[in-house]
C-alpha cells in the first residue's frame, strides 16, 4: 500500500490514512501541534478562526456517534462548518456507487473527509479519487487502521512520560481484530520506544505478529513485568457470541483482567489507558479504571486537541 | 432527594432538576431574566453572545426531537456551540455505564448536559457526579420531574396574568403518570397561587394527591368553576393500549374534554395550556383550541426565552 | 392550484412550492442571483451574512439525507441558523396535526420551512398556514413538483448554453412518477426552448403528455435526434419490484441507457444531466457518466447556488 499518498510532494501532511509509512519528524509535528489546543477536562476550550470557510465532512458508513462527535467538536472549535452524511441510511443503500457519493458531496464544496468504513481500505481509495483539494482523515477502516486514536495515545503517553526511547508498552487483548492496535504498535516503533509487547490468548494474536516488531505474550502478569504504559483494548462483546476463538467474558477477566494485583507488576507509575467504550469488570476492575494509574479520559480530551491538529496542518496554514 | 445540590453556595442556580427546594426569589428571578429573551411569533429573534465558546450537550436517552430541538435554539441563540448525544444508539448500549458515557463527553469539555431519561432521578443522579464547572438541566425524567416545562407555563401565565397570586388554577388529565404535572403544581404553590385543582378520572389521580396540596376534582365542571388558568395535560395513547386504569379515547372526551360549553364554568378570561403535542378532539375541541383562550403557541415561543435563560443563569454572568 | 400564493403583492418571490404560475421573468432573476453564488468544485465557496440571525428549518416527512444537507449548506452559506426535523419518527408520528406540528415550529421563530413530503400538496397547503413573515420552499412533494431541482438543471443548462431559445431537450426515462420531469418541463416551456421532448417506455408516459406541451417518443435513437441538452431521470429500483408496468433493468437499459452509440444520435455538443444518486450502467454507461459531455457533478455543485439565491430572495433584501 502506498502510503506517501499521504503526503503533499513538498512533504507536508495532506491526508492522514494510517501510521504506516509517515516518519518520525511527521508524528512529533503533529504532537506538537496538538499542544497547542490541549487542555484538560474543565479548564477553558481553546478556539481558533483558521478553518473558517472551510467545509468538513463526516462520512460515516458504520455508526459511531462517539467519534463522530469528537470530529464535529473539532472542526467547530477551529470554526469550520461540518456536514454530517451516515450513509448506512442514505444514497448509497439506492445503489449509487461509493465513488458517485463522494463526488457528489465533493461537489458540494468539502475540504475533508471524514471516513469510517467497515472494509480496509475504504479511507485509502477514497483518497486516491479526490480532487486535489481535498484531505481524507480515516476514522477507523475495517481492521486496518485508526490513526488518529493512535495518535491521541501517543500524545497521552508523551504528556505522561516526555520521552518515548525508554518505554516498554504493552498492548492487551483481542489484537487479532484490532484495527487500533494495529495502528498503535506501528507509531510506538515509529516513535522509538524501547519495547513494545502484545498480551493476550493465542487465538487473538495476529499469525504476523513478528513482523509487526512486538513480543507475544499470553501470560499477562508475565507480560506486565517491568512496563510504563498499560493499553487495554475493548473486549468487542458482540463477537463473543459467534466466534469459538473467544473466551468468555469471565473467564477473559480472570486471565487478562487488569487489577490491584495484576497491575502490581508492571512499573510503579504505570499509565493505564484505553480507548473507549469500557466494560468494567471485563477489561479492568473499576477500582483500577478509576484510580492513580487511569488517564482514560485525559485521552478523550487530548484526542480533541489531537484532531484539531490534523485538521489544521491538512487545510490550514501551519499555526 | 437533597435539592440544594441546584444552587452554588452563594444562592446562585447551578442546575435545573427540579422546581422541588427552588425558592420564590428564584422562580422569579429565572422569569425575569426570561422577559428579556421573550418574543412573539413573528417578532425578531433576541440573540446573545453570552455563551459564546461554551458547549451544551443534549444528552438524550429517550427519544423527543421537538424538546432536543427547543433546547438546541436556545444554546444557539445565546451563541454556545451543541452536541447531540442521542444515547439509545449509543455507547450506552455497547455496555458503558451511564457514568462513564457521562464522563467521556465531559472529557470533550462540555459545560452543561440537558438529560431527558426514562428513569425518575436520572438527571439528579448526573448531576451528582459531573465535575464542579459542569451544569445539568432535567429535560424529563420518568415520571419524576420536567421543571423547564413548568416555567414556561408559570412565564406564559405570568405574561397575561400579572400576579400569581390571586389565581385560581387547573390542570387536567392523567396526573398520575405526568412528570409534567408534578413540576407544575410545585411551581404554582411556590408562586403563592390562591388555589390548585387537579382534575381526572380518579384511577388517574396520584394517592399522595393531599399531599402536594391540591384539591381534586373528578367532575370537570365543577373543577373548572372560577378557574382562571387551565392546564391541560397530554392523553398519552400509547398507555391506553396497555392499562385497564385508562378510560377510551372518546370516553376521556365525554368526560374531560375541553368545549366551548364546558369552558363556559370557568371565568370569563380563563387562560387555556397545552404542552404539546396536542391531539385535538380528545384533550379539547379545536374550537377552544384555536379559539380566543388558547395561548399554546405562545407557550412554545415562551419555552425558548425560559430555556435560554436557565441556560445564562447557570453558565454566564448574570445578563 | 393557485400558484400566485408564490409571490408578495408586490410581485417579489415569497415561496417556492411550483413552476408553474411563476414568470419568465422571476426565473430569469432567481438564475441571475444564483450566478453570483456559483463556484465550480475546487473553488473557494462564496458567503454571505444575509440571513445572520434568520432560522431555515428543513421539514423532511421523507427521509433525504442529501437533499437535507444541500438545503443546510445553502442556508449556512447564508450565515442562516438551521433546525432538521425529521418528522417520520417525531410528534406527527404521535398523533399531532400536520398543521400543529408546523406552527409549533413556527412558534420557535422559525422564517422559512424547507418541506419535503411524499403527498403531493404538502408544501402548498403548509404555505397557505404559516404566519405572513414564512417563506417556504418545496423540496419535492409526492408526484407532483420538485421545483428547486428543476431550477438548478435550468442554470445548468444556462452555463453551458447561455440561451435557451433555440435548444431542444430531451428527458429520458420514468416520466409517469417523476416529481423532477414534471418541473422540468414547465421551467424549461417557460424559459422558451424550441422543442421538449420525452422519451420512455409507453407505460411510463403520462397521458397528459400533449398538455404538457411536449413531444413523446419512445424510441431513445428517434428521440435524440438534433438533440441540445439530454436530462436522464433515475430510475427507481424500489418501483421495479411491484410495478408490471415496468421493464428490467437490463431491458430498460438495452432501450433506454445511453451508450457512446446512442449518443450519437444527439448533437456534437450535447449535454448529459441526472439529477443523481445515478445508477450506472441502467441510465448510462460510465463512459457517458464520466465523459466529456456530463455535466453532473457540476448540476451538485450549481445546486448549492440556486438554493442559495431561492433563500436570499425569499427571505433577504435582493443582494
Same mark, same amino acid.
Given at each position: 500500500?502506498k ?28 504532537? !506538537?501541534?496538538?499542544?497547542?489546543y ?61 465513488l458517485? %457519493?463522494l463526488?457528489?458531496?465533493?461537489a458540494?464544496?468539502? !475540504? ?6 467497515n ?31 493512535a ?5 497521552t ?19 487479532l ?5 494495529r ?14 509487547r ?44 459467534? !466466534? ?14 487488569? %487489577? ?32 492513580p ?7 478523550v ?19
Amino acid at each position: 500500500m502506498k502510503s506517501n499518498i499521504q503526503l503533499h510532494p513538498n512533504g507536508r501532511l495532506r491526508h492522514l490514512l494510517t501510521i504506516e509509512g509517515l516518519s518520525r519528524d511527521i508524528l512529533i509535528q503533529i504532537l !506538537d501541534v496538538a499542544k497547542q489546543y490541549a487542555v484538560l477536562p474543565g479548564e477553558p476550550v481553546k478556539r481558533s478562526r483558521l478553518l473558517q470557510g472551510r467545509t468538513i465532512t463526516n462520512l460515516f458508513f458504520e455508526n459511531s456517534t462517539r467519534t463522530r462527535n469528537t470530529f464535529e467538536l473539532a472542526a467547530r472549535r477551529l470554526s469550520a462548518d461540518v456536514l454530517n452524511f451516515d450513509e448506512s441510511t442514505s444514497a448509497t443503500a439506492k445503489g449509487e456507487t461509493l465513488l458517485d %457519493t463522494l463526488h457528489n458531496i465533493e461537489a458540494m464544496h468539502s !475540504d475533508m473527509f471524514v471516513v469510517r468504513h467497515n472494509e480496509s481500505g475504504a479511507a485509502h481509495f477514497i483518497a486516491e479519487h479526490v480532487a486535489e483539494h481535498v484531505s481524507v482523515i480515516n476514522a477507523g477502516d475495517g481492521r486496518h487502521a485508526h490513526p488518529t486514536q493512535a495518535l491521541l495515545d501517543m500524545f497521552t503517553i508523551r504528556q505522561y512520560k516526555k520521552d518515548f526511547t525508554p518505554l516498554k508498552v504493552a498492548i492487551v487483548g483481542d489484537i487479532l481484530y484490532s484495527r487500533v492496535a494495529r495502528s498503535q504498535i506501528l507509531a510506538l516503533n515509529t516513535l522509538g520506544v524501547t519495547e513494545v509487547r502484545i498480551i493476550g490468548p493465542r487465538t487473538l494474536i495476529p499469525t504476523e505478529a513478528q513482523v509487526l516488531g512486538v513480543h507475544v505474550y499470553t501470560d499477562l502478569r508475565e507480560g506486565l513485568q517491568d512496563i510504563d504504559v498499560v493499553i487495554m483494548l475493548r473486549l468487542q462483546k458482540e463477537r463473543m457470541m459467534k !466466534d469459538v476463538l473467544f473466551p468468555s467474558e469471565s473467564e477473559y477477566f480472570r486471565q487478562y483482567g487488569l %487489577t490491584a494485583e495484576t497491575l502490581e507488576w508492571a512499573k510503579p507509575d504505570v499509565l493505564i489507558m484505553h480507548p473507549g467504550p469500557m466494560n468494567r469488570g471485563v477489561e479492568m476492575t473499576s477500582e483500577v479504571a478509576d484510580g492513580p494509574h487511569s488517564v482514560i479520559l485525559e485521552q478523550v480530551s487530548y484526542g480533541l486537541a489531537v484532531r484539531m491538529a490534523i485538521m489544521s496542518m491538512c487545510l490550514g496554514e501551519m499555526p
